[in-house]
């Protein structure tokens, strides 16, 4: 059974501009979830979406965006990219219910 | 004060010896806790889900529940230099079922 797929797996971008990273869940799984980890935050939970529709939401500005398509595959946009957007972003795939989370080996974004 | 705490270590252990990694919670509205393994410059891989109090066993890994104390814990038996890695706890409730609060993480070393 294939795993939680993100792409890509590094990105640099440069202040201002903007990115979107792609999330395939395991199959089966309808539910998603994306994190940003940093060393002085560690996980941080950005939002997650349920049958193409946003659940739940976090505590980050409008800059961050997702969404999900039918095939349960998602994608996040970050708009004016700034120096302290540099993080590991973590895709989980949800097991029915939207409990138990399973992660992706997630896309290292460095900010320059 | 964070809703989760988790006692952050480092750990540094000599092969065989029993581990035991702690997180305190505040909210008691969690009612699902896991316990997760991160290697370096991978993504959060799942160990242990658990819904209610009491202990639940796999291998030699053994996870805890205390609700009453709003305290968990994940022991490590007969610990591996494999094992060497950073684990997370983290939890949820089921009113944002696909949002989990994390700890910052314990820092584990196994010396050969």
């Known amino acids: 059974k294939a795993g939680v797929t993100q792409t890509p797996r590094y990105l640099i971008k440069t202040r201002g501009q903007q990115v979107t990273l792609s999330c395939s869940p395991i199959?089966?799984?309808?539910?998603v979830s994306w994190y940003q980890q940093t060393p002085g935050q560690g996980l941080q939970f950005l939002f997650e979406?349920?049958?193409?529709?946003?659940?739940n939401k976090g505590n980050f500005p409008g800059r961050f965006s997702g969404r999900q398509f039918s095939n349960s595959r998602s994608e996040m946009n970050v708009s004016t990219l700034e120096l302290g957007d540099s993080a590991l972003y973590l895709c989980?795939?949800?097991?029915?219910?939207?409990?138990?989370?399973?992660f992706g080996q997630g896309t290292r974004l460095t900010v320059v | 004060q964070k809703e989760v705490e988790q006692d952050p270590g480092p750990l540094s252990v000599p092969e065989g010896a029993i581990v035991s990694l702690n997180c305190t919670y505040s909210?008691?509205?969690?009612?699902?806790f896991m316990w997760y393994r991160q290697y370096s410059r991978k993504g959060p891989e799942l160990l242990m889900y658990?819904?209610?109090?009491g202990n639940k066993e796999d291998g030699r890994f053994t996870a805890q529940v205390d609700k009453s104390s709003k305290y968990i814990s994940l022991f490590i038996r007969d610990s591996q230099p494999s094992d060497s890695a950073t684990y997370l706890c983290?939890?949820?409730?089921?009113?944002?079922?696909?949002?989990?609060?994390f700890g910052d993480g314990t820092t584990l070393t196994v010396k050969p």
């Open positions: 909210n008691s509205a969690f009612q699902y």
């Open positions: 658990t819904y209610s109090s």
């Open positions: 979406y349920f049958s193409e529709t946003q659940r």
């Open positions: 989980a795939s949800l097991r029915q219910g939207g409990t138990e989370a399973f």
């Open positions: 199959s089966g799984h309808r539910s």
């Open positions: 983290a939890m949820g409730g089921n009113t944002n079922a696909g949002k989990s609060t």
